[in-house]
């Protein structure tokens, strides 16, 4: 089974950028989503990607601040950050998912680990 391991987490200031990568161990044509959780929170649905790259969706909250994009040479999807804020603080997770069945993150169970995202105002 493939395995995704998220990476480029960190503590930033607000109005920073941050990219974030989740890579698999395997080739894949599978859909790649991430969500994001804050302490007490649901799990968000953030954005999502197909194996072509040319199917893209976001969430509501991101609002243009966010962009997916993927290498599948290198089996890698990335999640570009900018204008962070605060709220945007969580883990971050991707996904994977042969389709995409919708945002609600109870419909996937192929997970990475996580990266923490910290914005400090």
């Known amino acids: 089974q493939v395995q995704l391991v998220e990476s480029g987490g960190g503590l930033v200031q607000a109005g920073d950028s941050l990219t974030l990568s989740c890579v698999a161990s395997?080739?894949?044509?599978?859909?790649i989503l991430w969500f994001r959780q804050s302490p007490g929170k649901e799990r968000q649905f953030v954005a999502r990607?197909?194996?072509?790259?040319?199917?893209?969706s976001y969430g509501a909250s991101i609002k243009d601040r966010f962009t997916i994009s993927r290498d599948n040479a290198k089996n890698a999807v990335y999640l570009q950050m900018n204008v962070l804020k605060p709220e945007d603080t969580a883990v971050y997770y991707c996904?994977?998912?042969?389709?995409?069945?919708?945002?609600?993150?109870?419909?996937?169970?192929?997970w990475g680990q996580g990266t923490q995202v910290s914005v400090s105002s």
């Open positions: 395997a080739h894949s044509t599978y859909n």
């Open positions: 996904a994977a998912a042969e389709v995409f069945g919708g945002s609600n993150w109870r419909l996937y169970d192929l």
């Open positions: 990607i197909d194996y072509t790259g040319h199917v893209i």
